[in-house]
């Protein structure tokens, strides 16, 4: 056996640190495949459960570590069922050509092939036009995941951004226009697909399907979500299951493009209001 090095009373050699990195990577796996959903905090709840079981089995507080130990025996079995539908999409995607495709688009952004720029412009000018003509939009923002779960319910577009594209599907007699639209590194992903809608009771009363579509998805998923209303042209943008409106659209270039590029200053509940523009509200409470 190699030696690496030595740390007090455990020696540390490379197989260890071979698995130490294999189990990094797997775990990091684990996470990109689910990251984006609801099923993410079940995961670090699992996780945290695990470690606070090795600390109190380690300290031999026998009586604790024989309670938790109980968790940890069916953990397994819990873990399948909770995760079902993450392990079926984890593998049908490795038996499919869609590992394939992802492996070769990665390769393709390391040699700098692909443009994720989102054009924030042709979004800004299809949304005056949205509001002036109060027909009604839902826009997805997803800077980290391409949302797979909430894409696959609508129909796959994968186009590029334009002012026409938008309007056209929103429009009110096109068939893609009940739903929300999926946009990712700079990409119209998917159009018409469902959201979830938040249970929260003390939301606006005026406020319809599509703001609680935004507000729920919000509360569901690390995006930004744009909702137009249908019957007054009222313009929000929902993040983390809060919402500002009465906003400008310098003040919406500015929050998407804050979004995507990872730069928020703050977050949304420390923003202060911007009198007679900017109304932050906080959706858990009136």
């Known amino acids: 056996m190699i030696w690496l090095f030595k740390i007090g009373f455990l020696d540390v050699t490379w197989v260890d640190l071979v698995d130490i990195v294999l189990v990094s990577v797997l775990l990091y796996q684990v996470y990109k495949l689910i990251r984006g959903s609801i099923a993410v905090n079940i995961f670090l709840g699992v ?56 492996f070769l688009k990665t390769l393709a952004n390391w040699r700098g092939e692909t443009n ?32 797979k779960f909430y894409a696959e319910t609508g ?5 590029e951004i334009s002012k026409g594209l938008l309007i056209s599907i929103f429009n009110k007699f ?8 999926i946009i990712h590194k700079g990409r ?12 929260n009771d003390h939301l606006p009363a005026h406020f319809g399907l599509r703001h609680r ?16 209303s249908e019957e007054t042209g009222r313009l929000i943008l929902a993040r983390n299951g809060k ?20 730069t928020e200053p703050v977050k949304w509940e420390e923003i202060e209001p911007e009198p007679a523009e900017t109304e932050l509200v906080r959706s858990s409470s009136r």
């Open 47 to 102: 996780l945290a459960l695990y470690l606070i079981y090795l600390i109190v089995k380690a300290a031999q507080m026998e009586l604790l570590a024989t309670i938790l130990g109980q968790f940890m025996g069916v953990g397994v079995l819990a873990m399948i069922i909770l995760f079902q539908p993450e392990i079926r999409k984890f593998l049908l995607v490795i038996g499919g050509t869609e590992f394939r495709d992802n």
């Open 213 to 228: 579509a935004a507000v729920g998805m919000s509360e569901s998923t690390d995006t930004l979500v744009m909702a137009i």
């Open 155 to 159: 129909e796959p577009l994968d186009s």
């Open 174 to 181: 096109s068939p893609l226009h009940d739903g929300a639209v």
């Open 243 to 262: 919402f500002l409106r009465s906003l400008k659209m310098k003040q919406v270039e500015r929050k998407i493009l804050d979004y995507l590029h990872n």
């Open 188 to 199: 119209i992903k998917a159009a018409r697909c469902v959201l979830p809608v938040t249970e």
């Open 116 to 147: 994720d720029e989102t054009d924030v412009h042709q979004i800004l000018e299809a949304a005056k036009s949205l509001k002036a003509t109060r027909t009604g939009a839902l826009i997805v923002f997803t800077r980290d995941t391409e949302l």
